[in-house]
């Protein structure tokens, strides 16, 4: 578990992280969302003790970072996949890892396999692409077999393959039980993988919950009606006090009412129907609406300045 208490960061008269106060579990995969600049890699950095807070303390499993008796058989993170010597071997960087983290050579054969480098472990890192960078970046993450880990950005330039590969690996090592930090902008990736949510902007905490409960607090949920008589249907609908929208290709957008009672309202009234479709808000729709404000530069972006 990873728990921060009023978390701040300050630089000079920057305030990377402000207050910030957010808990992530155990057994599920937690999301960590926010427009540019909002401090999303300067906690990832604290959580690491790579940084040190102003003010307020994050814990990893009830210990700031430095306290960790062998900090990389606690915690394991991928921050810059870019960070290997490239004229090393996979398995020359990870038991090079390894072996200055006290931690036996076979867990290196193990970790390769885990993340299906053990072929190309010869090879320079150099050669590497993208994706098998970011799956060295893992193995190094996991040498340790942490309880606890940090993903920054892992998905970002990957093709779909190698986006579903992590995604999967992600749920996997939640599954086991532990504890996955992600933070990415792609919030469509982010809706199929993350269960929970952290979202801040501007340094502040803006939501924390489950990845359900963020789209639907902020978005609102619609039907998408389509019928030969959506006239008649329509002003129904309007009389029993539901909002209607009339779209361009002449099917109907209805707020405020269940595709049930849309359903019920129809066949009473013997109208018959071609399309009865809930429609859900998205994670970049309720993502928008709620750190809208929190967008550090957008204005004088939009002002030209
Ligand atoms: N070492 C530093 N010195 C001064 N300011 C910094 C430093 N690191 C970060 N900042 C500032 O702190 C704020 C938060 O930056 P941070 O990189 O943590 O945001 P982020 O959410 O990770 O952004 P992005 O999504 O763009 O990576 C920004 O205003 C940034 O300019």
Do not use: C
């Not at 093709?159 to 579903?164: K, M, V």
């Not at 019928?227 to 129904?236: E, N, T, V, Y």
């Not at 595709?259 to 399309?275: K, M």
Request: net charge neutral; aromatic share 4%.
């Amino acid at each position: 578990m990873i728990e921060a208490v009023g978390l701040t960061k300050r630089y000079g008269k920057t305030v990377a992280v402000d207050n910030l106060s957010f808990a992530v579990e155990p057994g599920r995969v937690t999301g960590f969302l926010g427009p540019n600049g909002a401090g999303k890699s300067t906690t990832m950095r604290m959580i690491l003790g790579l940084d040190r807070p102003s003010a307020g303390k994050v814990l990893i499993g009830g210990k700031p970072y430095q306290q960790l008796d062998r900090p990389l058989r606690t915690v394991g993170a991928l921050l810059d996949a870019k960070w290997v010597h490239p004229n090393r071997s996979a398995r020359a960087h990870l038991q090079w890892l390894a072996k200055s983290n006290g931690l036996p050579d076979r867990r290196v054969d193990e970790v390769l396999d885990l993340v299906g480098l053990t072929k190309v472990a010869k090879r320079r890192a150099g050669s590497y692409s993208l994706g098998m960078s970011q799956r060295l970046g893992i193995a190094g993450a996991l040498l340790g077999d942490p309880k606890v880990l940090l993903f920054d950005e892992p998905v970002n330039g990957l093709d779909p393959e190698g986006i579903l590969w992590i995604r999967q690996f992600m749920q996997g090592l939640a599954a086991e039980g532990r504890t996955v930090l992600v933070s990415s902008h792609l919030l469509s990736e982010m809706a199929v993988t993350a269960q929970d949510l952290v979202v801040i902007g501007r340094g502040r905490l803006i939501s924390q919950s489950t990845t359900t409960e963020f789209i639907e607090r902020s978005t609102e949920n619609t039907v998408r009606v389509r019928s030969p008589h959506a006239d008649k249907l329509g002003a129904m609908l309007v009389d029993k006090g539901f909002t209607v929208h009339e779209d361009a290709d002449a099917s109907l957008t209805v707020s405020g009412a269940s595709s049930d009672q849309i359903g019920d309202i129809a066949a009473a009234a013997g109208v018959v129907l071609h399309e009865l479709s809930p429609q859900h808000g998205s994670l970049e729709q309720a993502f928008m609406q709620l750190t809208g404000d929190s967008v550090e530069y957008h204005a004088e972006i939009a002002q030209g300045k």
